[in-house]
């Protein structure tokens, strides 16, 4: 009887040995991907019980911490949160999204810079802290979008940014939520029923579209296009054949902007065709020039680069690559598949603005330790380097034709006072389909302090009409600020 | 027994060693008790002079009661015993005693409600008691043989003990439990010994038959296996029949079912040494599982939260938790499950440090996922010492079966050894998503009288039986040439 007690006390130590294996391979290997994985409320709920940092835009708390009553643990508050609430994003009980969470470990206090400050705290018994972190947002002009945006009852989203800084001086998304909604600790039954309601909601509120939604940027792109033509000898003079409907090489047509006529069909300048946003002019450039130096430009200027983190994560914008002659003649002018999110084309208007240098767009000002000193102060980098100071100047000549020349297609945007430069955008999205409505621009053209991308989704009117007013207001709010 | 020479143990006794691993058992649990107080508290825990006198001297006691009633029984036997006995009570303390420090009133008394170390100790005398019982009467294990289907009614009375109206009590969705007095007990922590007791008495007697008697399948002139014939598959057909009908459909105690089964298995394999029975038990089992899946919805529910634990709908997420047409409507999730798993992830390879942990992220973690509640505050390391100790008992009782003598014994010896080790890797195996969650309780760990008792008695069984296989052979009392006197 022995053997087969042998053979039992072996598979009985089998047993335990594949125990073992197990325990070592979750607590040892897969113990990283556990913690962090999103059903894992602990590497938040832990958080429940510290206070953390406020979030502070123009001077007022727009996101806080404060304790519950006879508990141990903290509520997240949020002030003006549909204002907001895309930017702060939102700290719940079972996750975090936007700010919160890209800058979670300055927010709890548990990044690396302020551990020494920690330690000290334990050491004198004073309750961890986290930093408080001061906003590039300024209320008015982000007032001025939302209220723009709100008056057209469209769903879109509008960015303003300081060209010479990268600094994000509006963010706006609309339909827009509340995060107080989504982030009671006490009331779990709620919040779910919250966030449920905002899940299913069609029109995707809890998206934030300036930042993670990309669209076809249309006629907005022709910038990108000039560039490509500028820095490859050409000049705002240089013509291109410009008939009213174009023949692309692959077959298929393409026509000008509600069937009309840039320059009675002869050859026209790139200047004007900026100017009144001529279509198969601009198709044209794009097939002379190719898809290589398209792609090239189009990556000079952000396109193309996944992983920008400011420090919110961004949708990566797309410039198609593996094209014929008739899809490359459309992505001259923002069609095909062409993407870009909001923060994009604001950043195109930016680098023209700011003599060709692309600036890394940045939300946080300034990161402040609970004792008031300054860890982290954001702005000056350069992403990179769009194009060169002079097709800038003449980029910039031939946007200001866009609100102030005789075929002005986008002179709602004007500013009494000084000189305006912009570029209207009309993206068709199918057949049948409302198209998407962009204005992208900076003022003043001399001195620029702000630049801003505004899409209306659906608006099914002109970039002119609809997306150029909400630009303009949201200019006005920088400058006169 | 051709080889039985070399399975033989020296008498050695080793006291003094047991002696020495036992103050360093009752000393880890001291010193885990104190970690818990310093690191909840900023204090020793008020009571530790207490638990180290009356635990410290439980154990030397049990100790003292070996070296005097069972001299050469296994000496690893005890200590490991208490090593697990302190760590589980160690654990309580920290999850419950050590969390009522601002606690008063009415708040307290329903935090003592559902346990404590306390609890545990008075459990530990008593069982150590019942254990000194035992090591005293039952001079002789083989005279358990004599009452094999007393020992099945009794292991089938026990089980089914709950199943009567007033009496038993469905706690966490187990039909497993009888309440006398306020004491919840679980029965079937008794029954697995009975049915040990009587696998042992019957398979001894039934030996030949089953393991002889065979219809050999061949295809030409290959060998297939030796299948049984038909009537003697009764036996089997009686315990599966048990195993599933009862246990599984009508008490959903899951975990009672496996761990028969699997003890029947291989006290079978044990008895006759052919691999047919374990295959012919294998395809019955998990045949019967495979045809009731669809039927039996508490056994979906176990299969699904098993193997699609970290589906949201499984898991159930925000966005299902008031959806009734999401899986997690009918109010099962596998959220005890990944959350046991999260607190092992954070335990990480040296753990947090008893309490400095957060187990009460996991729901009841004080029951079966108190292996989670070790993961997280004792590491990967911590744990690895809980399943060599757990290993270790079983490997000692597997030995003392080789080195018995008698069948019933080596039955009984290897039956209970390997209920040990299958009662751990289904409960710890559950935890740790190894296989579906059943429900059972970590010998001599987990919280609980009847489990406690249960492991003691066990515990007692093997110290008893080490001791007679261990002790030297009785000497002559008189010289060569008169008739020798064993005594017995």
Redesign the interface.
């Known amino acids: 009887m022995n053997k087969p007690i042998r053979r039992l006390a072996v598979f009985a130590m089998a047993l335990f040995g594949v125990l073992l294996l197990n325990v070592t391979y979750i607590q040892a290997i897969q113990a990283e991907d556990l913690q962090t994985h999103p059903f894992n409320a602990r590497q938040f709920a832990d958080r429940m019980v510290q206070p953390r940092g406020p979030i502070i835009i123009g001077g007022e708390k727009v996101a806080y911490s404060k304790k519950i009553k006879n508990d141990d643990k903290y509520q997240r508050h949020y002030e003006n949160g549909q204002n907001y609430g895309h930017v702060t994003g939102a700290f719940t009980p079972i996750g975090a999204t936007g700010l919160e969470k890209a800058d979670n470990a300055l927010l709890n206090g548990s990044d690396d810079r302020l551990v020494v400050r920690n330690f000290l705290d334990m050491l004198t018994g004073k309750e961890q802290q986290g930093a408080s972190l001061e906003l590039t947002i300024q209320p008015k002009a982000q007032q001025a979008a939302i209220d723009g945006l709100g008056a057209t009852g469209k769903r879109g989203a509008a960015v303003a940014l300081d060209p010479t800084t990268g600094a994000v001086l509006a963010s706006a998304s609309l339909p827009s939520y509340d995060p107080s909604d989504i982030s009671s600790v006490t009331n779990d039954k709620e919040r779910a029923a919250n966030f449920e309601r905002l899940e299913k909601d069609e029109s995707r509120p809890m998206v934030n579209r300036a930042f993670s939604e990309t669209y076809f940027p249309g006629s907005t792109f022709k910038i990108v296009t000039a560039a490509a033509a500028l820095e490859n000898g050409a000049s705002p003079d240089s013509t291109q054949e410009a008939p009213d409907e174009l023949t692309l090489p692959q077959g298929g047509t393409l026509p000008n902007a509600g069937g009309g006529s840039c320059n009675g069909g002869s050859p026209d300048t790139l200047s004007h065709s900026i100017e009144m946003s001529c279509n198969t002019s601009m198709a044209n450039w794009a097939i002379s020039l190719g898809e290589g130096k398209m792609e090239e430009q189009a990556k000079k200027f952000g396109f193309n680069t996944p992983g920008l983190k400011i420090p919110t994560d961004i949708a990566t914008s797309k410039y198609p690559t593996g094209l014929n002659g008739s899809q490359l003649g459309q992505t001259g002018i923002g069609q095909f598949d062409v993407r870009a999110t909001p923060l994009q084309m604001a950043m195109v208007a930016g680098a023209v603005a700011n003599g060709g240098d692309v600036m890394k767009p940045y939300l946080v000002e300034e990161a402040k330790a609970p004792d008031l000193s300054r860890i982290e102060k954001g702005g000056g980098e350069t992403l990179t380097s769009a194009v060169s100071s002079g097709t800038a100047d003449s980029l910039k000549e031939m946007m200001i034709g866009v609100t102030e020349g005789a075929d002005a297609s986008g002179p709602n945007a004007k500013i009494p006072g000084m000189q305006v430069a912009g570029k209207t955008g009309t993206a068709e999205t199918g057949e049948g389909a409302n198209s998407h409505n962009w204005f992208i621009s900076f003022a003043p053209a001399d001195d620029p302090q702000v630049a801003v991308a505004v899409v209306v989704e659906n608006g099914n009117a002109s970039g002119g009409e609809v997306a150029a007013p909400i630009a303009k207001s949201m200019m006005e709010a920088v400058i006169t600020q | ?1 051709t ?1 039985a020479l070399s ?1 033989q143990l020296p008498p050695v006794k080793r006291r003094n060693a047991e002696l020495v691993m036992v103050l360093v058992a009752v000393g880890i649990t001291l010193f885990a008790m104190i970690e818990t107080g310093l690191t909840r508290n900023g204090e020793l825990p008020g009571d530790l002079f207490l638990y180290g006198g009356l635990f410290g001297g439980l154990a030397i006691l049990a100790h003292v009661f070996i070296r005097f009633f069972a001299p050469y029984a296994d000496p690893l036997l005890l200590p490991l015993a208490v090593l697990l006995n302190g760590l589980g009570m160690a654990m309580l303390y920290r999850l419950f005693e050590s969390t009522w420090h601002n606690l008063s009133g009415a708040k307290l008394e329903e935090a003592m409600e559902s346990g404590s170390a306390s609890g545990q100790l008075q459990w530990t005398a008593l069982s150590l008691v019942v254990f000194a019982v035992i090591v005293y009467f039952l001079k002789e294990p083989r005279v358990l043989q004599r009452y094999p289907y007393i020992m099945a009614l009794g292991a089938v009375v026990l089980l089914m003990l709950p199943l009567i109206p007033g009496l038993g009590a469905t706690i966490n969705g187990a039909r497993q439990w009888v309440v006398v007095a306020g004491n919840s007990l679980q029965p079937s922590e008794f029954a697995k010994i009975a049915l040990v007791i009587f696998l042992s008495g019957y398979m001894v007697t039934k030996r030949d038959v089953l393991s002889l008697a065979s219809k050999r399948i061949k295809v030409g002139n290959f060998k297939i296996m030796d299948l049984p014939r038909m009537r003697d598959l009764a036996p089997m057909a009686v315990m599966w029949g048990f195993c599933i009908v009862v246990l599984v459909i009508l008490m959903n105690d899951l975990g009672s079912s496996l761990m028969l089964f699997g003890t029947f298995l ?1 006290m079978i ?3 006759t ?1 052919r691999g047919s029975w374990i295959v012919i038990g294998l395809v019955a089992f998990f045949g019967a599982c495979t045809l009731l899946y669809p039927f039996v919805s508490h056994f979906r529910v176990r299969m699904v939260t098993w193997l699609d634990a ?1 589906n ?1 709908q499984v ?1 159930c ?3 299902f ?3 009734p047409d999401a899986f997690c409507g009918g109010g099962s999730t596998s959220q005890q499950l ?1 959350k046991g ?2 607190a ?6 040296t753990g947090t440090g008893m309490g400095g942990g ?1 187990p009460a ?1 996991v729901p009841e973690i004080q029951n079966d996922f108190i292996f989670a509640a070790f ?1 997280e505050e004792l ?2 390391t911590g ?2 010492v809980m ?2 100790a ?2 270790l008992l ?2 000692r009782g ?2 003392i ?2 080195a018995s003598k008698e ?1 019933f014994v ?2 009984f010896a ?1 039956g209970i ?2 209920l040990i ?2 009662q ?2 289904v409960v ?2 559950g935890v ?3 296989i579906p969650m059943t429900g059972a309780t970590i010998p001599f760990v987990a919280k609980g009288g009847s489990a406690l008792l249960s492991s003691y008695i066990m515990l007692a069984l093997l110290v008893r039986m080490s001791h007679n296989a261990r002790k030297p052979a009785p000497q002559a009392i008189q010289d060569e040439g008169a008739t020798q006197v064993f005594s017995r």
């Open positions: 027994m080889n399975t291989a394999y044990v008895a040494e970290f949201p898991y997420t925000d966005e938790l008031n959806n990944v798993l999260f092992l992830a954070e335990g990480g390879i957060k992220n993961g590491g990967l744990i690895m399943l060599l757990l290993a079983a490997q597997m030995r079966a080789l069948l080596k039955m290897s050894s390997f080790a299958f751990s890797f710890i195996g740790t998503r190894v």
